[in-house]
Structure formats: C-alpha cells, structure tokens
C-alpha cells in the first residue's frame, strides 16, 4: 500500500516581467512538496496510478485551494494533471467540483506522459473532456516525456498555453537553452498561445527573457513558492 505521509501544497507564481526586471504575478502553479520542501519523488508518482494515491491527492488539492482561493476572487490557480490521473471516476468527480466551485480561478496543466509507448491519439478524448468542463489547459514541459510537438499540434483547438523548462536543457550553453525557447515562443506566438518560460533559477536567464509581454516567466529566481499567498 502506497502512504503519502506529511505532503503539502506550495504555488509558485508565475510573472509577467518587464525590461527592468519588475515583475507582475499573473497566476500561480500548485506543487506538491514533501517534508523536506523537495518533490516526493517516484513514490508520489506511483501513487497517482492508484485509486487510494488519487483520493489523497484530491483532499490535498481541495484543502490548498479552499485556502489560498476563498475571499480571492483575483487568484488564478494551475493545478498539474497526470495522465495516468484521467483514468480515475474520482479525479474527474473533484475536477467537476473544484470548476463548478472557482471556475476560471483554476486551470490545469497536463504533465509529460511517462509512458513509453502510446499513440498520439492517447488522451485526445480525455483533453477535450477537461475542456468540456470548461477549463483553460496548458500542456506543461514541452520537449519532454510525450508532450511533442506532435502531440501538441493534435491539441491546439483546445489548449490556451505552452510552457517550456529550462531544466530540460541544464547541460547545455546558455545559448542553445535560448535557441530553444526561441523556435518554441515562434510557435506559440504563430498558434496564439500563452507562453510561460520555467526554471529561471538566475538573473541572467531572467534578463534574456525580459520585457517580451509574450513571455511569462517562472522559476526559483522569483521564488520556490509558499503555502501562503
């Protein structure tokens, strides 16, 4: 039996940055830290392939957004979808509640697929149910896992927003990360989406990507996030 002992919320804001670096928090991703502040890691994951994991992972998630979204009708909150969570009567059940409760105070970002092996037609009915519900999608971490170019070109009459993370590139120069979030931002722009850059962990990387209203940035140079906003 999967436990999920002393896990938590944080939001990590989400900016709009201008050419001098000041910063307006357009919205905040939901992330689940462990104990320690870290990312539970392969256990946490596992566990969303389970019916116990996901109705953990629902009182959680309700818990956190009744806290920071009760009396803030300004907040817009991204809360972060698994695949394998769409196979669950339970998720779609709280994804239901939470829209009829907040409505377009919470979006979801659809994660990167850790299958191996699919088709791309996998989710296709599934992300136009979350879009039937009437919720804004993003499709999270471009270039990894199954979120391809492939996969999001299938989506596009039904996503509002791309986000690309710089950790992808870790190993790379400065250069060729800018390269890639610059064919990216192309393609977002050309298909009128929303645009976020995350894992701006410096004020270089900050600076690159300043003063485009196109781009959104996101990241521990702007902070790891907080149970409380």
Not at 45 to 50: C, D, N
Not at 79 to 84: F, G, K, R, S, V
Not at 180 to 209: M, N, P, S, T, Y
Request: include cysteine.
């Amino acid at each position: 039996m999967t436990k999920l002992i002393n896990l938590h919320n944080i939001f990590q804001p989400i900016l709009q940055v201008d050419d001098r670096l000041h910063a307006s928090i357009t919205g905040y991703e939901m992330l689940m830290r462990d104990v320690s502040g870290a990312f539970p890691g392969p256990q946490f994951l596992h566990s969303l392939t389970t019916q116990e994991g996901n109705e953990r992972w629902i009182d959680l998630s309700q818990e956190a957004l009744d806290h920071v979204l009760a009396g803030h009708p300004d907040r817009k909150i991204y809360i972060n979808l698994e695949p394998c969570q769409m196979e669950f009567t339970n998720v779609w059940k709280f994804l239901d509640t939470i829209y009829q409760q907040y409505h377009n105070q919470v979006a979801v970002e659809i994660t990167e697929r850790r299958e191996t092996l699919h088709s791309l037609d996998y989710l296709d009915d599934e992300i136009r149910h979350l879009k039937e519900l009437g919720f804004e999608l993003t499709i999270d971490d471009v270039c990894a896992g199954g979120n391809s170019y492939a996969f999001i070109v299938r989506q596009l009459d039904v996503i509002q927003r791309i986000k690309i993370s710089l950790l992808l590139f870790r190993n790379e120069d400065f250069e060729v990360r800018h390269d890639f979030v610059k064919a990216w931002l192309a393609f977002a722009a050309h298909h009128q989406l929303d645009f976020v850059v995350e894992g701006i962990a410096d004020r270089k990387l900050a600076q690159a990507f300043a003063g485009n209203p196109a781009v959104l940035q996101q990241g521990f140079y702007w902070g790891k996030g907080s149970a409380n906003i």
